[in-house]
């Protein structure tokens, strides 16, 4: 029988579906195709819930067919147990014949081990089936599990003359400048149910008090991230509100840290690496993807050290003449959009074009 990528976009398709809902876990899809028609397909719903393959095999009325059948699936079935059993014993139990795989899992657990194991039962297995698509859908499992950090986004938005907002002091009453329109700032909420955390700095913090939520948008708040060295932000600010949990990365935990359950202080050095540090720290927390929205300084102190994959920067017609500078950025425009009054460019690093 010969093989279609046909069935494997729709592999692909499916997996969207899981988007914002899997975080952590990688984005799956699976189809089971009998004499060239698609039987059962599924894809993986909820972080902790049943695999693609499980729910693709489980969607097939007639199961006799399964001995005649092949599954394509997105990524590499898993081999070991974690919330759920592995996908390969079922797919072998199951006595499906051949596998079309898109990319292999780099998870240490699972790389090759899926596979392998498919192999020695006597599965027919096929690797490489619009791998690249596959791995670009799941970039931040990949950047996870090949560099043992956070997958990072910058974002902002910027007058047509470089300046993201006028120059303002806290307390001195200034409301900050709207650049972003009613569409993309809804759009901005979207991006925030994606990631596990969004991160901005003490001044925008005290600037705006920001409540960093996705109340715009169905789906998860993520972890609000915000790095106050001297414990400036007073304790009545958004961020402390317990809609969401808060990581507060400072010099020095104050004393009533323990009240807070919601709240999390962690102490960083604040003479070294910076970046890196919360990069650790966060990854330690199992943070595995973060929103950057601010302020320029601290958008700045990350792509100086590039230390980031993606950015979204969205440049407005309005020009304000003076005020805080944007950041400055280089990398490849994957993508760019016009919408009322502005354009957003989507950019990536080289670490991020060339991860796979």
Aim: glycine share 8%; with cysteine.
């Amino acid at each position: 029988m010969e093989l279609n990528p046909l069935f494997m976009e729709r592999c692909l398709q499916l997996a969207r579906k899981g988007e914002g809902s899997t975080k952590p876990n990688p984005l799956v899809g699976a189809v089971v195709v009998h004499n060239g028609r698609i039987i059962g397909e599924g894809f993986h719903r909820q972080y902790g819930e049943a695999h693609a393959e499980v729910n693709a095999i489980a969607s097939v009325r007639d199961s006799s067919l399964l001995s005649e059948s092949t599954l394509y699936v997105s990524l590499e079935p898993c081999a070991h147990h974690g919330k759920t059993p592995p996908c390969a014993e079922l797919i072998i139990t199951r006595k499906i014949p051949r596998v079309v795989v898109a990319t292999g899992d780099p998870n240490p657990k699972v790389s090759g081990k899926g596979i392998a194991m498919m192999r020695e039962s006597g599965i027919e297995v096929v690797v490489g089936m619009l791998e690249k698509e596959a791995r670009e859908l799941n970039r931040i499992f990949f950047v996870n599990q090949l560099y043992n950090r956070p997958y990072i986004i910058l974002k902002w938005a910027q007058s047509s003359d470089g300046f993201i907002d006028y120059l303002r002091t806290p307390g001195d009453g200034n409301t900050p400048v709207i650049i972003s329109n009613t569409m993309t700032h809804t759009i901005v909420h979207k991006f925030r149910t994606q990631v596990q955390g969004i991160m901005v700095g003490t001044n925008t913090a005290l600037l705006d008090n920001p409540q960093l939520t996705a109340r715009k948008w169905f789906g998860n708040d993520p972890t609000r991230v915000v790095i106050d060295r001297q414990n400036k932000i007073p304790a009545d600010a958004s961020l402390f509100d317990g809609t969401a949990p808060t990581i507060v990365f400072t010099a020095s935990a104050p004393p009533h840290t323990a009240k807070n359950s919601y709240i999390k202080y962690i102490e960083i050095d604040f003479s070294g690496d910076i970046c890196k540090q919360i990069s650790d720290r966060l990854y330690e927390e199992k943070i595995y993807s973060l929103l950057i929205e601010g302020g320029a300084q601290l958008l700045a102190s990350f792509i100086e050290k590039n230390m980031w994959d993606e950015a979204y920067v969205e440049i407005a017609e309005k020009a304000l003449h003076s005020g805080v500078k944007a950041p400055i950025i280089q990398g490849d425009v994957a993508a760019f959009r016009n919408y009322p009054g502005s354009v957003q460019f989507h950019l990536k690093s080289k670490i991020t074009r060339n991860f796979h």
